[in-house]
């Protein structure tokens, strides 16, 4: 069984605004993300971070691509996370993360063994909401040298995995065809044994802690292109770090990245819409939800 996704659940789930409070109150993210080949990836995640409510978003780059950002989103903090231009694994670092109410890992790093490092240590170490994405599920995939049941069993944090099908059969083994054909059984299963949440991303989204599912049928065509899965990963941070736990900052981006798509399309279309649109349009999403309105989604 499975719920549907509508204005009145994110509108329930969404963290709550209140009149008496401060930047304090609505948490601190991390975007851990990018690399020479992909520094897009982390500019789109901060970007929609700035725009979920989230009281601090910190960006943490290599040193080499740090300065590329400087001022592109003035009100993120900026952070050295290794130095070169690429991610490279250390702890002293990775420490940092822990004062972090969330962390998305993953976005445009490049699939190696230390993205890989960086991920176990994270689940060993890390005690707040964690966005595992995109090159952190990669980079599991294909240098981890302890199973997967080993590294989620032993786990501190609130996990949520948001890959594709084919991130997801990378990561787990089970083919393609099975998970098309089965998306909410077979993701269902895997939060179930693993204890993580799960968001599974297709036209229609799954979202499933192993034991509440939702399916995501929000958004249009014009997001099938680079960098709308790190808008979301970026979307979702900050909904953890104001509140939510895994599974409702889960399916609330997902709702508000679809009707954000929705209604960019009503000026934009499919053909030429682009990530950045999606987040220029989150602010309307939210008020979509949050606010008594007329306006229409688009179809």
């Known amino acids: 069984m499975y719920t549907v996704i509508d204005k009145g659940l994110v509108k329930e789930y969404l963290p709550k605004r209140r009149r008496e409070s401060h930047k304090g109150t609505y948490g601190r993210a991390a975007i851990v993300a990018g690399s020479m080949e992909y520094t897009g990836a982390a500019y789109l995640a901060t970007a929609a971070c700035l725009r979920s409510g989230a009281g601090y978003t ?15 989103a003035p009100e993120a903090l900026l952070v050295s996370v290794c130095e070169g231009e690429r991610y490279l694994f250390d702890s002293s670092k990775m420490r940092m993360l822990c004062d972090y109410d969330s962390v998305a890992f993953g976005m445009g790093m490049g699939v190696t063994e230390a993205v890989c490092r960086g991920a176990e240590w994270l689940l060993k170490h890390y005690e707040g909401k964690l966005i595992l994405d995109a ?11 302890v199973e997967l ?18 991130e997801f059969s990378r990561l787990t083994g089970i083919k393609t065809e099975e998970i098309v054909a089965e998306p909410l059984h077979v993701a269902n299963d895997w939060a179930k044994a693993y204890q993580t949440s799960v968001l599974l991303k297709n036209y229609e989204t799954v979202i499933t802690d192993g034991e509440r599912s939702f399916l995501n049928c929000s958004g249009n065509s ?6 709308s899965g790190d808008v979301l990963s970026g979307l979702i941070a900050g909904l953890c770090a104001s509140g939510a736990n895994t599974l409702k900052a889960g399916l609330c981006g997902a709702y508000l990245a679809g009707l ?27 008020l979509f939800v949050t606010e008594d309105t007329d306006e229409e989604r688009g179809e």
Do not use: M, W
């Open 149 to 166: 049941q080993d590294l989620f069993s032993h786990k501190k944090c609130d996990v949520l995995i948001t890959p594709h099908v084919k």
């Open 260 to 286: 954000a798509a929705e209604l960019a399309v009503k000026e934009i279309g499919e053909y030429s819409l682009t990530a950045s649109d999606v987040i220029s349009y989150l602010g309307r999403a939210f």
């Open 222 to 227: 014009g997001q099938a292109k680079g960098g």
């Open 58 to 72: 910190t960006l943490f780059v290599p040193a080499k691509i740090l300065p590329y950002y400087i001022l592109k």
């Open 135 to 145: 090159d952190g599920l990669n980079s599991l995939a294909e240098y981890r040298k």
